[in-house]
């Protein structure tokens, strides 16, 4: 079974960092490209970084310069957010789609095909 578990949120100050780990069970990720996401409250989902199988990486020019996608193996792919501002505060998803059909960017939600649970976070000002 196929599954994603997002993880590493929480309560930050502003100008302060958190990374962001999605854990892949049920496949590896050679073989997939990689989301993240954000929601905030009253707010459409946004597509914020991802990277291809290749390793090749994009961003949202809102999180451009503040937020690095990596991945270390073939299992775990992380967010490592710095600077943090309250804007940045949401839910965080991570998606994976497989490497033939995905998109890198413009990233959709709606053409993901695997999604983990969300992990909340929030910057206080």
């Known amino acids: 079974e196929v599954q994603l578990q997002a993880s590493g949120g929480g309560l930050v100050q502003a100008g302060g960092s958190l990374r962001l780990s999605c854990a892949a069970s049920?496949?590896?990720?050679?073989?997939?490209?990689i989301g993240w996401f954000r929601q905030a409250p009253g707010k459409e989902r946004e597509g914020i970084s991802s990277?291809?199988?290749?390793?090749?990486t994009y961003y949202a020019e809102s999180v451009k310069g503040r937020f690095t996608i990596s991945s270390d193996n073939a299992y775990t792919v992380y967010l490592q957010m710095r600077s943090l501002k309250p804007e940045d505060t949401a839910v965080y998803y991570c998606?994976?789609?497989?490497?033939?059909?995905?998109?890198?960017?413009?990233?959709?939600?709606?053409?993901?095909?695997?999604w983990g649970k969300g992990t909340q976070v929030t910057v206080s000002s």
């Open positions: 990277i291809t199988s290749d390793g090749t």
């Open positions: 049920g496949f590896s990720f050679d073989d997939y490209g």
């Open positions: 998606a994976a789609t497989p490497r033939s059909r995905f998109t890198p960017w413009p990233l959709d939600w709606e053409y993901m095909d695997y």
